[in-house]
């Protein structure tokens, strides 16, 4: 499956809600990607052999009866090495299983991502692993106000609101809230064992409609040994008992009495950019975890941050950008936008995590005077 193989054409198949970041990964791996996804970004199209339309859309969904072809279609005659899928198969996990039995799934089947997406089966393993995990309900808390609501499979934290004390909608359930840093633990599981990439903290972009929105991350050059031993012991466990494997993430609450475990992704996420290394790529590593195959990791002497910008107002029609190289995920010129649409991806290196959190901030700032003009 992997690069090295003299029968490799070194295509790879990529469906995703946005494609562009499993894209580069691909390519800085030497593969030449093939994506599926909604929005086919300029960017995407740039570093695509091909790209198609993934069939469905974000409110309903990806469409599970038309991806094959869809797949199919998008390859042609080449013969790609796998398929590797990112967001958007959480809440649809039969999809996996169905793209598995026509191509080499390089990554977790439905079992897997059921098992680590359902919060009561999540809760329980981790209850019997030892690892500390907000306390989870279907029906209304009492105390409301010391809970947050989410949904099943949801991901990037649009999904999540404060619990007011209302019923939910089959498909949501309620989690304790936790205070603390918010910080995330890229993994690579093989089925037996998992091995940490690294680890960033998260912030987040609060909207009206989304107080949870998902804003970047920073990746940290320290983390506390014994808590990163700690935390990579939990993930082995993990791994182990659900048979976890290829990349992941694991997102965590943490004080001063420690962290606590709040969502498994059970896929390449939002922090492969800033993770990834030409060196050691993170698909390549994939890739052989996926197979049982021995994987490099990649060592960082800085630290690296990603930020999504998102309009404050409606745009009526987004203009043309000349988009520096530190950006991604480009908005096409023309495209009317409402209130709260991502419009790309910012990045920034610098020598601590704080300092290159400061600077992606800063660079985000300097973007947004293009589209959002002077409203003074």
């Known amino acids: 499956m992997h690069a090295s193989s003299q029968n490799n054409p070194r295509f790879l198949l990529v469906a995703a809600i946005s494609g562009r970041a499993l894209a580069a990964a691909a390519r800085r791996a030497g593969y030449r990607p093939l994506v599926a996804d909604f929005f086919c970004d300029t960017d995407t199209v740039a570093l695509a052999e091909r790209t198609a339309k993934l069939p469905g859309d974000l409110q309903s969904g990806i469409d599970g009866e038309a991806i094959v072809g869809t797949l199919r279609a998008l390859a042609g005659s080449a013969r790609p090495v796998a398929v590797v899928l990112g967001s958007g198969f959480e809440r649809q996990a ?55 609501v989410k949904a099943v499979g949801g991901a990037g934290g649009a999904h999540i609101a404060r619990a007011n004390g209302e019923p939910q909608a089959a498909g949501r359930y309620f989690q304790r809230f936790v205070s603390g840093r918010s910080v995330s633990a890229l993994f690579v599981g093989d089925g037996k064992s998992a091995q940490v990439v690294g680890f960033s903290r998260q912030w987040l972009s609060p909207a009206p409609a989304a107080p949870y929105r998902y804003g970047g991350a920073v990746r940290l050059r320290r983390f506390d040994r014994s808590r990163a031993a700690e935390i990579s012991r939990w993930l082995s466990d993990l791994t182990l008992r659900v048979g976890l494997v290829g990349l992941c993430s694991a997102d965590f609450i943490g004080d001063a009495n420690g962290y606590q475990l709040v969502e498994i992704n059970p896929r390449p996420g939002a922090t492969l950019d800033i993770f990834d290394s030409i060196d050691a790529p993170l698909i390549e590593a994939h890739l052989r975890a996926a197979s049982a195959e021995p994987y490099r990791l990649p060592r960082f002497a800085d630290s690296m941050a990603s930020m999504i910008t998102y309009a404050a107002a409606p745009v009526p029609q987004f203009p043309a950008i000349e988009w520096p190289d530190w950006t991604a995920d480009h908005q096409s010129p023309g495209t009317k936008l409402i209130a709260g649409d991502p419009i790309c991806t910012v990045f920034a290196r610098g020598r601590s995590a704080g300092a290159t959190q400061r600077a992606v901030n800063i660079h985000a700032r300097q973007l947004q005077h293009q589209w959002e003009g002077d409203r003074t």
């Open 94 to 148: 039969e999809i996996v299983d169905e793209v598995a039995r026509h191509f080499t799934l390089a990554g977790n089947r439905a079992a897997a991502i059921r098992r680590v997406k359902d919060p009561q089966i999540l809760a329980k393993d981790c209850a019997e692993l030892g690892i500390p995990h907000p306390a989870f309900r279907w029906d209304p808390p009492p105390d409301p106000e010391n809970w947050v």
